[in-house]
């Protein structure tokens, strides 16, 4: 039982067209376009059933993720979901807010900044951010909850949802907001966004061709620094660092283009957790002091799910071996954690099964070797295929 994994259904499996409770009108022409739209939830068994919460996220399976305004997040399928007809959209609880719009700077202090906005906001308010990491994006605010950055909204260029602190965000009218001007650059920190403002042509003391890649004017992040000596993430030897000491004044800081997701930001790892995605920056040579040459598949720079882990030492999913552990420990400095690629859908994370339901799909992800203890011969071989089956 152990070898199975609870999955969705393959896109060519099909699914029964939603039915639409209480006599509610599906307007939407597809799944993809009820993102951001308000939704009621249909299911009597459900926490949330009579609330309104937000679309937030389309699965590949059809499935939406719907955010709350006390920050809890649950995944229905469409046919819970009640969609306004077009006479109701734009309704409370999403309407804008009727209320005057306030800035930071109409209180005395970011605590009752804070307490305004918890008291105009409803899910399905619209905001613009004005500063931070998200500055410029306008979004739809889902909610909050008492964790920090404690703002939950969908961002409109992001793409997706993200958390940001309140001083970040205002109630938006439409105002454009003001660029802030580049900052001056005298040393590179660890984990921020640089661009280089010095044109294209190799300056004259460069003292590396490795260094190149920076020359292309686009935001760079830094893997590592100590001050002017700084290696990044996507140079092609992202662990060698270069002197960029006598060039300092040609960075100016940056944010992350929208394509990184500022929650996928990488995050130093001191061990491998079961379930949990990650991603190798050490470059595609294997290292000298690696192990085993089956470990070889993680070289690719890619994220890999970890299936079973010790710590330092784990199985991954899409490993050759997917059964066989692999000790990481004296490389762990080499992995940043990662999130799911796009291709792997959120809420069909692999899930550990003790029994087989009828009606559900569950994936094989043993060998395709039959055990020794199968007791089905032949007749049971179909599922070593490893695709989902029901």
């Known amino acids: 039982m152990d070898k199975f994994v609870q999955v969705s259904g393959p896109d060519s499996a099909a699914k029964p067209n939603p039915k639409w409770s209480n006599g509610m009108k599906a307007l939407i022409p597809s799944f993809e ?233 990488p995050k130093p790892v001191t061990k491998l957790e079961s379930g949990q995605w990650y991603r190798w920056t050490g470059g595609p040579e294997r290292p000298g002091n690696w192990n085993n040459e089956g470990m070889d598949f993680v070289l690719d720079g890619k994220p890999h799910q970890v299936k079973e882990s010790s710590g330092q030492n784990a199985s991954f999913f899409d490993s050759p071996k997917p059964d066989s552990k692999w000790y990481f420990g004296h490389v762990m400095d080499k992995f940043v954690q990662a999130s799911a690629p796009e291709s792997a859908a959120k809420e069909d994370a692999p899930k550990r099964v003790t029994k087989l339901e009828s009606g559900q799909w569950y994936r094989w992800t043993g060998s395709t070797t039959r055990p020794g203890g199968w007791n089905g011969e032949g007749k049971m071989d179909f599922l070593l295929d490893g695709k989902p089956h029901q």
């Open 33 to 265: 376009a009820l993102r951001g739209q308000s939704a009621g939830i249909s299911d009597g068994m459900r926490q949330h059933c009579g609330e309104v919460g937000v679309v937030a996220e389309i699965g590949s399976s059809g499935r939406c993720r719907v955010s709350f305004s006390d920050g809890s997040q649950f995944w229905y399928d469409p046919d819970r979901l009640l969609v306004p007809e077009e006479s109701e959209k734009g309704t409370a609880p999403m309407a804008k807010a009727s209320v005057s719009r306030k800035t930071l700077k109409d209180f005395p202090s970011e605590k009752e900044y804070e307490a305004y906005l918890k008291a105009v906001l409803k899910t399905g308010t619209k905001l613009v951010a004005v500063s931070g990491d998200r500055k410029g994006d306008r979004g739809t605010y889902l909610g909050t909850n008492s964790f920090q950055p404690p703002c939950h909204v969908q961002w409109e260029k992001l793409g997706k949802a993200y958390w940001v602190h309140w001083r970040d965000v205002e109630l938006d009218d439409g105002t454009p907001v003001q660029e802030d001007a580049p900052k001056p650059v005298t040393k590179l920190e660890s984990g921020q966004w640089y661009r280089w403002t010095g044109g294209p042509e190799r300056p004259g003391n460069w003292n590396n061709e490795g260094m190149d890649f920076v020359l292309d004017g686009k935001p760079h992040q830094v893997k590592e620094s100590s001050g002017q000596n700084a290696s990044f993430f996507d140079s092609p030897k992202p662990d060698s660092k270069w002197y960029f000491g006598h060039v300092m004044d040609k960075f100016v800081q940056v944010s992350g283009p929208d394509s990184a997701a500022k929650e996928d930001a």
